[in-house]
């Protein structure tokens, strides 16, 4: 009985490795209004309709 146990413990544990090698990070998936506003973002940038934060700081300091 104790060595069944220790089996499957074992086994248990394997199946935790794996499950841990091939997880899926969360924060790497964007919900559809993510994909949106990232496509806008790519479309503006394409359309030199963005800034570079070195350029909004130097206006925000008076620069």
């Known amino acids: 009985m104790e060595n069944e146990v220790l089996k499957e413990l074992r086994l248990i544990r394997q199946d ?3 499950i841990r090698a091939h997880m ?3 924060d790497m998936i964007l ?3 993510e994909k ?3 496509e806008k973002s790519r479309q503006d940038l ?3 309709k963005t800034r570079s934060l ?3 700081m130097r206006a925000r300091n008076g620069a």
């Open 16 to 18: 935790l490795k794996y």
């Open 24 to 26: 899926v990070d969360q």
């Open 31 to 33: 919900s559809s209004e």
């Open 36 to 38: 949106t506003l990232l």
């Open 46 to 48: 394409r359309a030199g």
């Open 54 to 56: 070195d350029d909004v």
